[in-house]
């Protein structure tokens, strides 16, 4: 408690200007909820923030970029951590609990087109890249669907931010970058996005365009105030999401990609699985068998795994 008697709220994050943005954004939220929360921001950096030069995979490829923020609410210096969804592993850490998932941003992802290439090639989708564009991309998802829809594209890696990606652009290094709209839009350079990816192309990855937050377990305060900024129709999605990529016992950056939603008040989820190069590619989708609950959306993505298991999805993964 402050001298006036005002709670005093921890949030972990990364000190990246989007991760920044992601905990201010958490901030705002607890604090229009409860005026007399007051929040303070606690900067940890991860292996993935000091580590620029090798590929994620390299590293681990799970982690990377939330096991010291965890660490920070383990340890006490932290109540709680945002994380960019998409970069949370699976695997749940003894003494933690995903405590809530505030409502989400657009999942998918971007092309931001040079302008060379793009004013050779109007259009949409991945009509705007050109025949042999070199393409930036991190993530093996993307990589190998776009190389299964386009073949003749370099898919090239790259690390960075989102600001050291677009400067890699401006400077020639790439004629394209994939980049998540969530990103581009939260730190206001939607104006930078030539096309979004139709899902038919490129599926999302899990958890895109969401944010999850963690805290201590056993901190009853923390998460009843996480439940009141929580989403239950995100948190649901991302719970049948992260089930079906537990399933697949594929980590955050494996080639798998996945859609969720509702239709007919039902819980629907369609996943993806490709070889790394493209060449290969299973997909399944499924119907939840009842309206709503953590329970409904788990069972849904476990039975969207095992259609994609069935399809030899296991293979293309190892």
């Not at 607890?30 to 606690?42: G, K, R």
């Not at 940890?44 to 010291?68: N, P, Q, Y």
């Not at 958890?207 to 963690?214: C, K, N, P, S």
């Amino acid at each position: 408690m402050t001298d006036l008697g005002r709670s005093v709220v921890r949030i972990a994050t990364r000190a990246s200007r989007l991760a920044m943005w992601q905990a201010r954004h958490v901030a705002t939220c607890l604090e229009t909820i409860d005026p007399d929360v007051v929040v303070e921001l606690v900067e940890v950096s991860t292996e993935g923030d000091r580590d620029r030069a090798r590929r994620l995979d390299a590293m681990g490829g799970t982690g990377v970029f939330t096991r010291e923020v965890q660490q920070a609410v383990l340890d006490g210096r932290a109540d709680l951590a945002v994380h960019s969804l998409k970069d949370l592993p699976t695997d749940s850490v003894d003494g933690l609990v995903l405590a809530a998932v505030p409502e989400r941003e657009n999942p998918g992802d971007a092309l931001v087109v040079g302008g060379r290439v793009a004013a050779e090639t109007p259009g949409g989708g991945l009509d705007v890249i050109a025949q042999g564009a070199r393409v930036g991309t991190g993530s093996p998802r993307r990589k190998a669907q776009l190389k299964h829809r386009r073949p003749d594209l370099d898919v090239v890696g790259v690390r960075g931010n989102v600001e050291t990606r677009l400067r890699k652009l401006d400077d020639g290094e790439y004629d394209v970058v994939v980049l998540a709209v969530a990103g581009l839009v939260r730190l206001q350079l939607a104006e930078r996005i030539t096309a979004v990816l139709d899902p038919a192309d490129v599926l999302p990855a899990v958890g895109q365009g969401a944010l999850g937050l963690e805290c201590r377990a056993d901190d009853e305060l923390t998460v009843a105030r996480l439940a009141t900024i929580d989403d239950a129709a995100t948190h649901e999605s991302v719970i049948a999401e992260r089930a079906m990529l537990a399933r697949l016992r594929a980590g955050c950056h494996a080639p798998v990609g996945a859609q969720s939603g509702r239709r007919d008040d039902r819980l629907w989820l369609r996943g993806v699985v490709l070889d790394p190069e493209g060449t290969r590619r299973v997909e399944a989708e499924g119907v939840s068998d009842s309206t709503d609950g953590a329970a409904v959306a788990e069972n849904l993505g476990v039975g969207v795994a095992d259609e994609l298991l069935g399809h030899g999805a296991a293979e293309l993964i190892g």
